[in-house]
């Protein structure tokens, strides 16, 4: 059981990645995911989360307001993967990004938004550097 952050790099401001949390012995869908990311000398912040999967929905999503309207959340349930598009990347956004997996969906709420400490199962991180 693996779950994988990468598609990080070296950008300069204004450009944009696409960060994927890949999942190998398990199923994504209909999971909760989290991206989470920690700057130089900063602590772990949550910045979006997809909420489980229902009948009707791929989940909620939550942004952090520092990264609302740039960064877009998704799943593609054939790759077992969910994807962080960043768009109009600062020199703010370096940090190593990561990607957790919450069971039991009580981490990504509209009221609360990322609750870091309900995510249950983590991977290894992915560096994203953005240059000025």
């Known amino acids: 059981v693996q779950l994988q952050a990468s598609g990080g790099g070296l950008v300069q401001a204004g450009g944009s990645l696409r960060l994927s949390c890949a999942a190998t012995?398990?199923?994504?869908?209909?999971?909760?995911v989290g991206w989470f990311r920690q700057g130089p000398g900063k602590e772990r912040e949550g910045i979006s989360c997809i909420s489980r999967r229902d009948m009707s929905t791929d989940g909620t999503t939550y942004y952090e307001d520092s990264v609302k309207g740039r960064f877009t959340i998704s799943r593609d349930n054939a790759k077992n993967t969910v994807y962080l598009q960043m768009h109009n990347l600062k020199p703010e956004d370096t940090a190593v990004y990561y990607c957790?997996?919450?069971?039991?969906?009580?981490?990504?709420?509209?009221?609360?938004?990322?609750?870091?400490?309900?995510?249950?199962?983590w991977g290894q991180g992915t560096q994203v550097t953005v240059s000025s």
């Open positions: 957790a997996i919450d069971f039991r969906d009580l981490g990504c709420t509209e009221v609360d938004g990322v609750k870091t400490d309900e995510f249950d199962y």
């Open positions: 012995g398990f199923t994504l869908d209909p999971l909760a």
